[in-house]
């Protein structure tokens, strides 16, 4: 009896162990933005045929034929995914069309029906910008009965342990033109009776205050802040939404409540720009300058791009008693108008009904396109979120998003392991239980680490995507402030093939290129499967503070619009790059001094 007692009570904790050590063995991918006819301004532009359902049907591996006509299907599901229609006159759209509906003879429904796309978008953005609802459209009781069927949707299609499906939607905030858009999800259905729109106010401040009432109701809610590419220099900026400058009460607000920033979607990346990162030879990715919602061009600032923005929170901690404003980690996001977006380079049916077709992305007629002619080459397949949970389910990604050990990729799957410490022995990663090593002597991506008198230790791992295309490096970027100016540096920490950093200059000679754009082709005859390595700072600097995060690429593949240019018998546009290098960027690790 004692001796079956005993194995019991071995099985027990062994399971418990067990279950311990696989608490976070489980990567997930998918997305917490994109837009359905239910969006306002995708319905004015185009797109009323899909609602929220053909989203849904779409991320889940389901076949859904596409505004363009073609039947579309992801290649491999998404694990989760949250439609972010926005709150601004959510849903009212599909009555525009609808003879019985109360809006169908409103001043927007008229333009819409007379397919004048772009002066009703216009119209839209206006309407957003001046915080005054569009004629017809802006009943208090519509907007909550919307929001509950909306809710009963992302419901209908949770499947736990299968696809998980998120509540939420977009705030569109667009103060003076810039784009400080944030997307609101909840941990559950427990949510508000209506949402918070920029209708009711476009300053962040009021938003923060509404989500903090929420959660004193018991509502599970945070933000997602994008497009800080289009925010004028005002998403990571040194001023509140009055003008003045911030302080520390509001650098706390703002990590409570937007823990997370998207990396990148259909209307470019946020994460770097050249000129701010000169010695960057890969921060020239994706960029897309330009308005939203008119799609005017406009110059780069630093208060658009995470990686100064990181760097400005190292900064400006300084001035705010020793609290860094913008510790925000990263995820990834589709921004798509057409309800279904494919991620994919090989399979871009475009986000708009303007660009939809090969030959509208690459050459739109004017009033077409988000800009001039052409400008839609400028347009991305959109990004990813990678979290790595025990379940997937809402409880445990949304817990992953808000304590972000999440990471962003540029739509492809790379597995992606980063841990900061300062005892990983150079071979812990060859060792079996290496990840449960580096949670218990380290803090994974996303965490604060105490600053100590060493060099910090970094582990790193990454996985190629199955289904594409092999690893060219993997690097580690560090961020530091001395109070006065921001500094960067990127290092090369794990490469593919026999190559080496030049001892001078640590420039890497680049990975062979075997793409053919006649045909829109590649090989993985170079690169790696996998990558990873323990690397320590050689440049620490005792009692500084510091960001590190990591940039894993990929060998170069044809980029979308080749794939377009072939199809349609054509050289590439010399407009964009015809080659592409599909990467992933984690959240990063804070190594601060502690009180």
């Known amino acids: 009896m004692l001796n079956t007692l005993a194995l019991v009570v071995f099985l027990f904790l062994a399971a418990e162990v067990r279950a311990e050590d696989h608490s976070k063995d489980l990567v997930l991918f998918g997305t917490t933005h994109g837009h359905s006819n239910w969006s306002i301004d995708a319905f004015g532009v185009g797109n009323q045929v899909l609602g929220p359902e053909g989203a849904f049907e779409f991320a889940r591996g389901d076949k859904v034929t596409h505004l363009n006509g073609n039947e579309v299907q992801l290649k491999r599901p998404l694990d989760f995914f ?92 667009l103060p003076g033109g810039s784009n400080m858009h944030r997307n609101i999800i909840f941990r559950s259905s427990n949510v508000p009776e209506a949402p918070f729109s920029a209708m009711d106010s476009d300053r962040a401040e009021d938003l923060w205050s509404a989500m903090e009432g929420w959660r004193q109701q018991g509502i599970e809610v945070f933000a997602i802040s994008h497009n800080g590419n289009g925010s004028l220099g005002k998403m990571f900026g040194l001023l509140d939404s009055d003008g003045a400058l911030i302080t520390k009460e509001w650098a706390i607000r703002r990590n409570r409540n937007e823990p997370q920033h998207e990396a990148g979607q259909v209307k470019g990346v946020s994460m770097a720009h050249p000129m701010f990162s000169s010695n960057d030879e890969f921060a020239n990715f994706e960029i897309w300058n330009r308005v939203v919602p008119n799609g005017g061009p406009i110059s780069p600032m630093r208060g658009n791009y995470v990686r100064e923005g990181w760097k400005i929170g190292l900064g400006t901690k300084y001035q705010l008693d020793g609290v860094n404003p913008y510790m925000l980690g990263l995820g990834g996001g589709s921004d798509s108008h057409a309800t279904i977006n494919t991620f994919e380079e090989f399979n871009n049916q475009g986000n708009h009904v303007f660009d939809n077709t090969p030959e509208q992305r690459r050459s739109g007629p004017p009033g077409q396109s988000l800009g001039k ?18 379940k997937n389910d809402r409880g445990h990604i949304f817990d992953a998003m808000e304590r972000r050990e999440s990471y962003a990729t540029s739509g492809t799957r790379i597995k992606v392991r980063f841990f900061a410490g300062y005892d990983f022995p150079n071979d812990m990663i060859s060792k079996a239980g290496w990840v449960n090593r580096a949670y218990a002597s380290g803090v994974p991506m996303g965490g604060e680490l105490a600053l100590k008198e060493k060099p910090i230790r970094i582990a790193v791992q990454a996985m190629k995507d199955p289904d594409g295309a092999n690893l060219d490096r993997i690097q580690v970027i560090k961020l530091w402030s001395d109070g006065y100016s921001e500094y960067e540096k990127i290092y090369e920490v794990a490469l593919s093939g026999e190559r080496r950093p030049n001892p001078k200059t640590g420039t890497v000679p680049p990975v062979p290129n075997t793409v053919d754009v006649t045909q829109a082709t590649y090989t993985n005859e170079h690169g790696a499967t996998q990558l990873q390595a323990v690397w320590t700072d050689p440049d620490f600097v005792a009692g500084r503070d510091a960001v590190y995060y990591a940039r894993v690429l990929e ?41």
């Open 82 to 173: 949250m439609l972010s229609d926005h709150a601004e006159m959510m849903g009212t759209a599909p009555g525009l069309n609808d003879e019985e509906s109360v809006v169908y003879d409103t001043p927007i429904g008229k333009l819409v029906r007379a397919g004048k796309g772009t002066e009703a978008f216009t119209m839209i953005g206006n309407a957003i910008i001046s915080g005054k609802p569009l004629e017809g459209l802006g009943d208090p009781e519509i907007a909550q009965s919307m929001w509950k069927e909306y809710v009963l949707i992302a419901d209908r299609y949770n499947d736990p342990g299968v696809f998980t499906t998120f509540p939420g939607y977009e705030w569109t905030s």
């Open 373 to 390: 002619p052409g400008d839609n080459l400028y347009l991305t397949p959109g990004t990813l979120t990678g979290v790595w949970v025990a």
């Open 555 to 595: 060998i170069p593949t044809p980029r979308w619009s080749t794939y377009d240019a072939v199809e349609l018998g054509l050289p590439p546009s010399g407009k964009v790059p015809a080659t592409i290098q599909e990467r992933a960027w984690t959240s990063p690790i804070w190594i601060s001094q502690k009180d």
